[in-house]
Nanobody, 114 residues
Framework: QVQLVESGGGLVQPGGSLRLSCAAS????????MGWYRQAPGKQRELIAI???????NYADSVKDRFTISRDNAKKTVYLQMNSLKPEDTAVYFC????????WGQGTQVTVSS
């Protein structure tokens, strides 16, 4: 069984930075693709960044060049470094693990506001 626990969300001013973390339990982290999704009020959940087991990454256009996804297999943790944050980045951010099945964290709120 896999459990994912996100942390690092909060309130930040426009132009600021935050780093989200997602710690995984279980034994499949090393071979799994990890992703970050977000869901703003009234909108669908969207994939914003993904990192494969081979460390390949891909980003949504809306966050490219501002956000960076990384992983530490020894710590079973995936990170999302978010820079130059904008009010439109305000959302609940979810961690996702894919390997045969799909697992979700509980989400962490990010609010970008002055």
């Amino acid at each position: 069984q896999v459990q994912l626990v996100e942390s690092g969300g909060g309130l930040v001013q426009p132009g600021g930075s935050l780093r989200l973390s997602c710690a995984a339990s279980g034994t499949i982290f090393r071979v799994a693709a990890m992703g970050w999704y977000r869901q703003a009020p009234g909108k669908q959940r969207e994939l914003i960044a993904i990192i494969t087991s081979g460390y390949s990454t891909n980003y949504a256009d809306s966050v490219k060049d501002r956000f960076t996804i990384s992983r530490d297999n020894a710590k079973k943790t995936v990170y999302l470094q978010m820079n130059s944050l904008k009010p439109e980045d305000t959302a609940v951010y979810f961690c996702n693990l894919k390997f045969n099945h799909e697992y979700w964290g509980q989400g962490t709120q990010v609010t970008v506001s002055s």
